[in-house]
């Protein structure tokens, strides 16, 4: 194929195409393009007759590629790719009259403490355009990144893409919360003796914490375990319960009046909040204006210079 016969072709089908293939649904691909379910399945019909394959054969509830959707699928990403990174180096961009949709992950102690005085920010300074928030954590975001969920994601990481690129932006340093009843630090023995709360998306009850009590002949009792902080302070408030939150999630919730934070009473090893990215988006220069801009706004005091960390290295 030569480049006048690309006028055969709707390139919004392609990117039909491969939405499909990340999400092997019709309506999944619909909500994620904004598109309704009878446009996705008519767009179906047109790359079908195109590529003269049925593409996608349904499985219950699943679209499976076949071999040649596969096969198409490989050569069609890297040039789609090539193309928005071009085209991205042709448009300006001014965040005062762009109309752009931002997709970012975050994870959840980010979007309850850190998120609103961000996004007053990016109101400011970019008033037409609009963000959508998808929850990520370390196990989430290497697949977020990959199908395009999001364009960016922050949280604590670990594992990336090959091409991802990630920076530092703060120490996750851990403390404790506890109700203010008790006008005094917590201490490790009374720390073991009060009930516990989790905060963790997978419902997770041993951790990190618990790996260092043990190795101190010590232990704690998790009496709730809950998937977000929303709650938290509700929960905690007027009893005898802790949690281990990070530092900027316990500030945000003492200036509500009611708790207090104290340093943890055992020594654990510091986590980093990151802001990580998928190469195919890296001279975006909307990307580029959005990551500069959470830069300025989440690094802690010392960390604005950027430093970018490979990957695999920073795993």
Same mark, same amino acid.
């Given at each position: 194929m030569n480049r006048t016969d690309l006028r055969k072709i709707d390139f919004n089908l392609l990117i039909v195409f491969e939405t499909l293939m990340h999400e092997h649904n019709l309506t999944r691909t619909g909500e994620k393009l904004f598109i309704g379910q009878s446009a996705i399945s008519a767009s179906l019909n047109r790359l079908r007759h195109f590529f003269d394959d049925p593409l996608f054969v349904s499985m219950g509830r699943k679209m499976e590629p076949t071999s040649r959707a596969v096969e198409i699928h490989l050569s069609l990403t890297p040039a789609l790719d090539s193309i928005a990174s071009a085209l991205s180096k042709i448009n300006a961009f001014d965040?005062?009259?762009s109309e752009s949709v931002f997709r970012i992950g975050l994870s /959840? /102690?980010?979007e309850y403490s850190l998120l609103p005085s961000l996004i007053r920010q990016l109101r400011i300074e970019a008033p037409h355009v609009s963000f959508v928030i998808r929850r990520?954590?370390?196990?989430?975001?290497?697949d977020q990144l990959s199908t395009g969920e999001v364009s960016l994601g922050i949280c604590h990481s670990r594992d990336l893409p090959a091409n991802a690129k990630r920076k530092f932006l703060r120490t996750i340093r851990p403390t404790v919360l506890s109700s203010d009843v008790n006008n005094r630090s917590i201490d490790l023995d009374e720390y073991c003796e009060?009930?516990? %709360?989790? %905060?963790?998306?997978?419902?997770? *009850? &041993? /951790?990190? *914490? /618990?790996? @260092?009590l043990l190795a101190l002949g010590r232990q704690r009792q998790v009496v709730l375990a809950v998937p977000q902080y929303s709650a938290l302070k509700t929960l905690i408030e007027d009893t005898q319960l802790v949690a281990v939150v990070p530092d900027y999630v316990a500030k945000t919730m003492i200036r509500q009046g009611g708790l207090r934070m104290d340093a943890l009473p055992l020594n654990i090893p510091a986590l980093d909040l990151s802001m990580s990215w998928s190469a195919t988006s890296d001279t975006d220069p909307g990307e580029r204006w959005l990551? @500069?801009? &959470?830069?300025?706004?989440?690094c802690e005091k010392g960390a604005t210079i950027e430093h970018l960390i490979? @990957?695999?290295e920073a795993a």
């Open positions: 965040p005062k009259t /959840d /102690d980010v990520t954590d370390h196990s989430l975001l290497t009060r009930p516990h %709360v989790s %905060v963790s998306l997978r419902g997770e *009850v &041993i /951790d990190s *914490v /618990d790996r @260092a990551r @500069a801009l &959470i830069s300025s706004h989440l490979p @990957a695999k």
